[in-house]
C-alpha cells in the first residue's frame, strides 16, 4: 500500500469518526417531537388562523 493511500485512509477515518462523535452529540442534546406531552397552549385552537 503506497503512503498516499495511507494517509487518505487515515484521513477518512478520522473525518468519520469526528462526524459520529457530532452526530451522536446533536442526537444526545435533542428529544424527538413525538416523545413530548402535548401542551395546551400548542393543542387550542388560536384565535389567528387564516380563514
Known amino acids: 500500500m503506497t503512503l498516499q ?3 487518505f485512509l487515515v484521513v477518512a477515518a478520522l473525518f468519520l ?3 459520529l462523535y457530532f ?3 446533536i442526537a444526545r442534546r435533542t ?3 413525538g416523545s413530548k406531552p ?3 397552549e400548542r ?3 388560536s384565535s389567528d388562523t387564516l380563514k
Open 5 to 7: 493511500k495511507k494517509i
Open 17 to 19: 469518526l469526528i462526524m
Open 23 to 25: 452526530s451522536f452529540d
Open 31 to 33: 428529544t424527538f417531537p
Open 38 to 40: 402535548n401542551l395546551q
Open 43 to 45: 393543542i387550542a385552537p
